[in-house]
């Protein structure tokens, strides 16, 4: 991420205010800009405004006619993005950072299998932090990473309360922009508070927690890292809705795809449950998961085909000026690969879940 060589000044954009963009100005225009100020409120150039280019939080942005002393700017153009996201606007996250607690709330297999399948539909990578560490001996400890480690997971042991391994979080978040989530109570707040000193968000409030919902719901936002790397929050919500479809749910279990690149399946529209010679079904601790899951998935799917024509095979087409005629429905796509839109879909839910 250097500096252009036309000497363009490049930044991210971390949070939208009316028709201002505060924008982060990259570590390395640092030496061209004054060290106190990195951050620019920007306008939109016209130029963009006219052919349509919206800006959003994490758009990568070249900068001209920066005002230091006013600490202003222009936003002349906006980088490709790798992603984005419509609810909340934001582009360019890479992964999804998961934070639960041991105890206090007590861990609980089948809600941090739920949230880790949701994270996984996403397609980003995946971080899984386990707070409160200071509760545990190091035996129970050991216990739970045996456990994960058959879900195929190694999870990061922190305590936020005695600081420990706070630098290997930091060293997972360095370069990259990532979504915090988990449910109410395991630390979210205070582990924001510490990689981020002067961001203070009140813990364990509710008024705190009213603040926190207003403000990531509303504006995202993202909050720079001080060693680099870019972090929105997420407040607490506790189930998320798994909105799967049954035929890529298995590939969200990272036990089984890898059980999956040497076997396979006799039928390539296998849902594991009862066909013959599946090469899924069987002993691993979270096929209970699976199975349940499964069921969601396909009532889900039921109820989304029902509303959208009960029984026919065909569907309506309507062809301008008031004329429709039926034609026949596409066949569903059993064997897609997950889409990048359903990964979109399913990181847009974890905030929407999170209104809730
Ligand atoms: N023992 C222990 N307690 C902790 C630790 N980290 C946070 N806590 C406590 O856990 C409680 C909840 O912390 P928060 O940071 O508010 O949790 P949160 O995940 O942000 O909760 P929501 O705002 O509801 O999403 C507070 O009382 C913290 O002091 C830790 O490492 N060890
Ligand atoms: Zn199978």
């Not at 036309?6 to 971390?14: A, H």
């Not at 758009?59 to 006013?70: F, K, L, M, Q």
């Not at 206090?104 to 932090?129: H, M, N």
Request: with cysteine; proline share 5%; glycine share 6%.
């Amino acid at each position: 991420m250097a500096v252009a060589t036309d000497g363009q000044l490049l930044g991210t954009v971390l949070a939208v205010q009316a028709n201002f963009y505060r924008v982060q100005l990259d570590q390395d225009n640092r030496e061209i800009a004054p060290a106190h100020l990195p951050i620019l409120l920007c306008t939109r150039r016209t130029r963009l405004k006219k052919i349509g280019q919206q800006v959003m939080v994490g758009d990568r942005v070249v900068i001209e006619e920066p005002d230091w002393a006013g600490g202003r700017g222009a936003i002349a153009e906006v980088l490709p993005r790798t992603g984005q996201l419509d609810r909340p606007a934001i582009a360019n996250v890479n992964q999804i950072m998961l934070v639960f607690a041991v105890a206090d709330p007590p861990l609980e297999a089948y809600q941090l299998s739920r949230f880790l399948v949701k994270a996984e539909s996403t397609g980003w990578d995946v971080v899984l932090c386990l707070n409160k560490s200071d509760l545990i001996s190091a035996q129970e400890q050991q216990e739970i990473s045996d456990r994960l480690l058959g879900w195929g997971y190694q999870p990061l042991f922190i305590s936020v309360q005695n600081q420990i391994n706070l630098d290997q979080v930091i060293t997972h978040l360095s370069h990259k922009t990532t979504v915090i989530a988990g449910p109410s109570g395991v630390g979210k707040s205070s582990l924001i508070n510490a990689l981020i000193p002067d961001i203070n968000l009140r813990v364990g409030e509710v008024s705190g927690k009213l603040a926190r919902g207003r403000h990531t719901t509303r504006h995202v936002e993202l909050f720079e890292l001080p060693d680099g790397g870019l972090l929105a929050d997420t407040p607490g919500f506790n189930q998320p809705d798994l909105d799967a479809q049954p035929e890529e749910l298995v590939y969200y279990f990272p036990e089984v795809r890898k059980l999956l690149e040497v076997n396979h399946c006799r039928f390539s529209d296998c849902l594991h449950r009862d066909e013959p010679d599946c090469a899924v079904r069987g002993n691993w601790e979270r096929y209970e998961h699976y199975l349940e899951f499964l069921e969601e998935a396909i009532a889900r799917q039921t109820q989304l085909n029902q509303q959208a024509d009960p029984e026919s095979t065909l569907k309506l087409k309507t062809k301008g000026k008031g004329q429709s005629k039926y034609e026949p429905k596409l066949e569903s796509k059993k064997y897609r690969r997950i889409s990048r839109k359903t990964q979109l879909q399913a990181l847009q839910d974890l905030y929407q879940d999170s209104e809730e």
